[in-house]
């Protein structure tokens, strides 16, 4: 796997963490529409969302993982698609470094089947996010953001970093990497 290079800037009044695509000139066609990037954790979702053009990946804010998310990322799913075209939402799916799955991914292709059901028709995808929250981690600590205020926004960043992952993929290869998950339709 190989990653573009990226221009990273942080925001520290607005904590946004915003990643554009260095080697963005030319490349393939990118599939227009918005999407809803997540990162599910145990503790925390991050949410992330791109610019119409499939270009730019942006944080949105950070929902406690457990009663009630899916019905605010509905919520944030329903808000976008009043301003938008909504494409899909992208979910991070942890790998080992060897691209096999453990229980955690196991974990999140269930959270990911239930999503795909509540959001419906709306297609979620499951793309590859090995490394992203320490990539966010990293990208936070060196912009000076420290402890409490690195782990508040953490989980969008890497949400943003999965997203961002997702179209610079499809921008360089003109197809979207990963998964759709299908949804049962009984």
Request: no cysteine.
């Amino acid at each position: 796997m190989s990653f573009a290079r990226h221009d990273v800037s942080f925001d520290r009044e607005s904590a946004l963490l915003l990643i554009s695509n260095a080697d963005s000139a030319g490349g393939g066609a990118v599939r227009r529409g918005t999407r809803l990037g997540l990162d599910p954790g145990d503790a925390r979702i991050g949410v992330a969302r791109s610019d119409p053009t499939g270009f730019l990946a942006t944080p949105v804010e950070t929902v406690k993982r457990g009663r009630g998310d899916l019905a605010r990322i509905g919520e944030l799913l329903a808000e976008l698609a009043e301003e938008t075209t909504v494409l899909e939402v992208v979910v991070g799916l942890p790998r080992s470094l060897r691209g096999g799955e453990g229980p955690a991914a196991a974990k999140v292709r269930d959270w990911a089947a239930e999503l795909a059901r509540t959001v419906a028709p709306t297609p979620v995808r499951l793309a590859d996010e090995r490394l992203t929250t320490v990539s966010a981690e990293a990208m936070l600590r060196d912009r000076g953001r420290s402890g409490a205020a690195r782990r508040a926004v953490v989980d969008q960043a890497a949400a943003v970093v999965i997203l961002q992952h997702v179209l610079d993929t499809e921008r360089a290869s003109g197809s979207a990497p990963g998964e759709i998950v299908e949804v049962d339709p009984t």
